[in-house]
């Protein structure tokens, strides 16, 4: 077979598994054939740049950045939606349109998803780009971002039309959003407070590779475009399953306003079984005719109607606040609960969040509160009953001192959270920091849990990670539930964990805000731990990326003197703190201060490898062009508006040679 005929193969295969995967939910192989088969992929398109293809599965990982993100205008307008809030509500709309239109009117109901709005243009079956709504006559181009969503098809399959728009919601699935806050939690950085708002922050991020690592999922409702071949909304979802999209199958035709108030009904109760978030229903007249003789509202479409579920709320007593302190020593208030059933689950215990939030609320213990469940690990408080206070009761005092160590807290300006700074005594951020240091993303000791380290920290074996590379089988092996085969292991995860390179090392460390694409870009830029401990503040905000509040963190953090000592021994027992030396063989400073963008398919140097050799020399590959721009890599069958674009800023244009010749 030929190389090319390989890759189309390949390409076409990674593509089905992707859809089952991604789309059906069903797979056929395993995560490590499919991983195979893709890095096979990866090295023949690099080998033979010639079959470049910009809908290649292998596109999925990211790594074009972009800077600015280009306006675009909406071909078909991106209108709102009227609210609904009742059945009144809806029974007069049925009537407004009935008056419209004459003959039989059938409906459809669909879910409402709570995430981002977006518009994805295809051109003969490849997605080509990707807008935001904006303000509904015109958006940002985030295509890059949203090529890393495994579940939007990059070539759609079956009888799509030639050009169209089609629309729906990029969103957070609630189990990959927990996951996403955990790991956060974990890095000693302030969860993100809802699915909605991080699913439509991650389109604006600048690093498409970071967008590729987060769990995001897309659901379609919508095609626009001309001479389409179908006949109402019902047919068209259907249409775009088959062409590969993600379409929900809970859609459901309705013959009346009764019938719809059914299919609420039954969500409104069923809602918190989906996997992902609904704040409601859309009701659509079925039949794109009728639709267009409805039309439009300067706003909204006649045709249309969003039907908002309530918030669900139950009001139950607050017991008692207590005080949780975690790894990094911040203080979060907890609200114990009377149990009570909410929105399908139990709850026991909310956030208060922090001292101010208290205040704001005026919550006190002995009060009746209201607790609602948004997209958040535990719920929260929103208010308190007040006619129910007790007259006697007074308002909440928070602690001044930690719950475990009794050192006075303290409370930085311009930070909502308390923290114990008692760092090196206070038992809970010991045993945190050393659960942290161990975990799967940090040092990932095989044969040691969490639990093992309380226990060896509560006998006294150890006080900080460092101790860790000093433990004997002997002193563990008194240890409850330890026998002569997990102390074994133990041992020798500790070992095997001296291999484990720098920038998870950096990241185990648990320096507060350096969580793990921190700690890479720290360990890419300074290279070995020496020169990141040198590194003042000014040297670390020079850094792309890196703001004030982690430089002062990284400074402040070296320069403790007990943090200096674990490190040294951290060194003698041989951890990896720079980078590899194979890794550093090839970086330069040639390209300091450059900025490059590469456009087109290359002879000599794959498009990856031409961007990392950009990036092992100190420069920067951006993925658009802006008078930023300083040369823009000329390939084969560049796009004429790039050399325009770039003839009108006056970057300079440069070949594949030239290119290689400057390093
Ligand atoms: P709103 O932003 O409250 O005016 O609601 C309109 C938005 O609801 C649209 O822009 C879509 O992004 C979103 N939406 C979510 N699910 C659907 C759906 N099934 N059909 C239409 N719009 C939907
Ligand atoms: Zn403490």
């Known amino acids: 077979m030929s190389i090319e005929s390989k890759i189309h193969e390949l390409r076409e295969e990674l593509r089905r598994h992707n859809y089952n995967y991604y789309v059906l939910d069903k797979p056929e192989i395993d995560d490590y054939t499919f991983d195979q088969k893709l890095k096979e992929l990866q090295r023949l398109e690099e080998a033979h740049p010639e079959y470049y293809d910009a809908s290649s599965p292998t596109l999925r990982v990211g790594g074009e950045i972009t800077k600015n993100f280009e306006t675009v205008r909406h071909e078909y307008r991106m209108y709102s939606l009227d609210n609904s809030y009742s059945q009144e509500d809806l029974e007069d709309w049925e009537k407004r349109i009935k008056k419209l239109i004459d003959g ?63 629309r729906g919601e990029i969103i957070l699935p609630l189990a990959g959003f927990a996951a996403m806050n955990a790991a956060r939690v974990e890095a000693g950085e302030e969860p993100y407070s809802n699915p909605r708002n991080t699913a439509s922050g ?187 206070r007790d007259p006697q009761s007074e308002p909440t005092v928070y602690i001044t001192n930690c719950p475990e160590c009794d050192t006075p807290l303290v409370r930085e300006e311009g930070e909502a ?96 805000y350096v969580g793990e694409t921190v700690a890479r870009k720290l360990a890419k830029e300074f290279k070995t731990i020496d020169a990141l401990v040198e590194a003042g503040e000014e040297r670390l905000v020079g850094v792309d990326e890196i703001g004030g509040r982690i430089a002062e963190s990284v400074v402040g953090f070296f320069a403790e003197a007990l943090n200096q000592e674990l490190i040294n021994r951290l060194k003698t027992y041989g951890l990896q703190l720079e980078l590899d030396a194979s890794v550093l063989e090839n970086q330069t400073e040639k390209l300091k201060g450059l900025t490059f963008v590469i456009s087109g398919v290359f002879e000599k140097i794959s498009r990856s490898d031409l961007k990392k050799t950009i990036e092992d020399n100190g420069g920067k590959a951006a993925g658009s062009i802006s008078s930023k721009t300083n040369y823009l890599v000329a390939g084969d069958n560049m796009g004429p508006s790039k050399r325009e674009k770039a003839e009108k800023l006056g970057v300079t244009i440069i070949s594949e040679d030239e290119f290689l010749a400057m390093v």
Request: glycine share 8%; aromatic share 8%.
């Open 104 to 166: 039989k009117v059938e409906y459809v109901c669909e879910l409402k998803y709570d995430g981002a709005s977006i518009s994805l243009t295809y051109e003969e079956g490849k997605l080509v780009r990707a807008v935001t709504r904006g303000d509904g006559v015109q958006g940002d181009d985030v295509t890059n971002n949203v090529k890393t969503i495994r579940s939007i098809p990059l070539q759609l399959k079956g009888d799509y039309p030639e050009k169209f728009d089609i």
């Open 417 to 512: 959270q308390h923290y114990c700074p008692n760092e090196m005594g206070c038992p809970p951020q010991i045993i945190g920091r050393i659960q942290h240091f161990i975990s799967r993303k940090a040092m990932d000791i095989e044969g040691l849990g969490g639990e093992t380290v309380a226990l060896l920290v509560n006998a006294g074996l150890i006080q900080n990670y460092a101790d860790l590379y000093e433990l004997k089988k002997e002193q563990i092996l008194p240890l409850e539930r330890m026998a002569e085969k997990s102390a074994d292991n133990l041992i020798k995860g500790i070992e095997a964990s001296k291999a484990v390179p720098f920038e998870r090392v950096l990241f185990a460390l648990g320096i507060r």
């Open 202 to 388: 991650s389109l604006k991020l600048q690093d498409s590779a970071e967008v590729s690592n987060r769990p995001l999922d897309c659901l379609l409702y919508s095609i626009k475009g001309e001479n389409l071949k179908f006949k109402t909304q019902y047919e068209g979802l259907e249409k775009a399953r088959s062409w590969g999209f993600k379409v929900p199958e809970v859609a459901q035709v309705t013959a009346s306003t009764a019938e719809t108030l059914k299919f609420l009904e039954y969500w409104d109760e069923h809602r918190h079984d989906l996997p992902y978030e609904t704040d409601g229903v859309v009701i659509k007249v079925n039949d794109l005719q009728q639709q267009e003789e409805l039309g439009y509202t300067a706003k909204a479409p006649r045709w249309a109607m969003a039907y908002k579920f309530k918030t669900e709320q139950a009001e139950t007593l607050l017991e008692k606040i207590t005080y949780q302190v975690g790894r990094t020593g911040a203080i979060t208030p907890v609200a114990n609960l009377t149990p009570v059933q909410l929105a399908g689950t139990i709850v026991k215990r909310a956030s208060l969040h922090n001292a101010d939030q208290i205040a704001k609320l005026d919550v006190r213990e002995g009060d009746r509160v209201y607790v609602e469940k948004g997209g958040e690990i535990i719920p929260k408080i929103v208010g308190v009953d007040f006619e129910k």
